[in-house]
């Protein structure tokens, strides 16, 4: 790659993300209230993005083999009950990260 491809490619990178960052300002300005559908997509994408992770997380886990899933399944019971217990993200991914890591590394 060439000095200016680089470049170019940094220019491109730049502008896409200046796009993505103000449109939506631009779009929707302060003193106007959002349209329904923008509203709809606010309340549901979220949980929707959850869900595919849970499922991409998921979807390789074989219970027919070697563990049986059972360091994933630990793992997400740990997560589901932080996260209904004290409502804190970090406390809930940290900690189901860290069981999940330590059951791979000295239990299966």
């Given at each position: 790659?060439?000095?200016l491809q680089a470049w170019i490619i940094v220019g491109i990178t730049m502008l896409g993300t200046m796009v993505t960052r103000f449109l939506p300002f631009l779009l929707f300005p302060a003193g106007k209230p959002a349209p329904k559908?923008?509203?709809y997509l606010g309340t549901v994408l979220p949980a929707a993005a959850l869900g595919l992770l849970?499922?991409?997380c998921l979807k390789d886990v074989s219970l027919l083999s070697g563990s049986h899933g059972l360091p994933e399944l630990i793992a997400l019971a740990l997560?589901?009950?932080l996260q209904c217990r004290w409502h804190n993200l970090l406390l809930s991914v940290g900690a189901g990260t860290l069981c999940y890591m330590?059951?791979?590394q000295w239990v299966f």
């Open positions: 790659m060439t000095t559908y923008i509203r849970v499922i991409y997560v589901t009950i330590a059951l791979l």
